[in-house]
């Protein structure tokens, strides 16, 4: 996906581009239809295909604890996993939502070998 760096982002099948305003920091403008995901939504291929690759649907969630380390703002895990009698789930954790996705599917793959 590499309309990701440096300004511009996907979202919903669409390029919206980052154009700073001197009263809008945050603005951004329509830049048009994603060509890598065909307009489907990157991050909706992007789930998908995690789901394909873990056997069941994938929950994620949000929860920003205090402090400066955001690395685990994101949490992943599989809709039917459960902790087992030792209190252990397969769970992929991240800065972003789709970070915490890619380490569950890494965190399944190792346990898969």
């Given at each position: 996906m590499k309309h990701f760096r440096f300004n511009v982002r996907c979202i919903d099948g669409r390029l919206f581009r980052h154009v700073p305003q001197h009263d809008d920091p945050d603005f951004e403008i329509d830049a048009g239809r994603c060509e890598d995901c065909d307009g489907a939504g990157c991050d909706r291929l992007h789930h998908a295909k995690a789901e394909k690759i873990a056997g069941d649907k994938i929950v994620t969630s949000?929860?920003?604890?205090?402090?400066?380390?955001?690395?685990?703002?994101?949490?992943?895990h599989r809709d039917s996993d459960e902790p087992s009698d030792n209190g252990h789930m397969l769970q992929g954790f991240g800065r972003t939502e789709q970070e915490a996705i890619d380490d569950l599917v890494a965190v399944i793959e190792d346990a898969r070998a």
């Open positions: 949000y929860f920003r604890v205090p402090g400066p380390a955001p690395e685990f703002d994101w949490s992943a």
